[in-house]
């Protein structure tokens, strides 16, 4: 079968770093997306990676390891803005969007 | 450009009945999904809708059907509504297809009683 794997939750600290891991098992693969949740709102989009390697946005990158069926999202000078569930998803071989069930980012001052 | 917009955002039901769900994507798009969620499920893909056909579908039963008119706007429904129907429905939109970047728009909290 088909699976994403994503913490359940995590805690950090204002100003800190944090890695949210992803590791993910599909028939093939087509890239993958990271949303953002905030509590009570829709998800937004954050990144997308297809190939290997580190995508930097701002205070946010997102690295793809292929070959591991891995990724990660980093967060970076955490603010308490910060706090809401990160979502992964996998574009698997038939282009269909497998979700994880997202990580519950919660941000301390 | 707006964004997509849900309505109701809130409904209560109660077992048993039938409930309509309305989605109105970002203008120019014409890929519309829909999604089931729950705490701690993540988000359940219903169904996708394209120029007015359905063209993929989740793994719900038969009581959750949808639609799409020409103006790409969806509708959702749900018949015989059982509690654990109780959840957030999220509405995305995205250009060409759900595997593409997708908008999502504030969703519908439907609670059964």
Request: net charge positive; aromatic share 12%; with cysteine.
């Amino acid at each position: 079968g088909q699976n994403i794997d994503q913490p359940t939750e995590m805690t950090a600290t204002e100003g800190a770093i944090v890695q949210i891991n992803c590791t993910y098992q599909t028939s093939g693969f087509n890239g993958l997306f990271w949303y953002q949740q905030h509590a009570g709102e829709a998800p937004t989009f954050l990144s997308y990676n297809v190939l290997d390697g580190l995508e930097e946005k701002g205070r946010f990158s997102s690295f793809l390891s292929r070959s591991k069926g891995y990724s990660y999202l980093l967060l970076k000078e955490l603010q308490m803005k910060d706090s809401a569930s990160y979502l992964c998803a996998v574009r698997d071989g038939d282009y269909q969007l497998i979700w994880g069930a997202g990580t519950k980012l919660i941000i301390k001052p | 450009k707006a964004g997509v917009t849900q309505t109701p955002r809130y409904l209560i039901k109660t077992r048993g009945q039938q409930v309509t769900l309305s989605c109105s994507p970002i203008s120019g798009h014409r890929s519309v999904s829909w999604y089931q969620q729950t705490p701690g499920q993540g988000l359940q893909f219903l169904f996708e809708y394209f120029s007015e056909t359905q063209r993929n579908k989740g793994n719900f039963p038969g009581r959750f059907s949808g639609r799409q008119f020409s103006n790409s706007r969806s509708e959702m429904n749900v018949s015989t509504l059982e509690l654990g129907d109780s959840a957030l429905y999220l509405c995305a939109s995205s250009l060409v297809g759900a595997w593409d970047t997708q908008y999502f728009g504030p969703g519908t909290r439907l609670t059964v009683l």
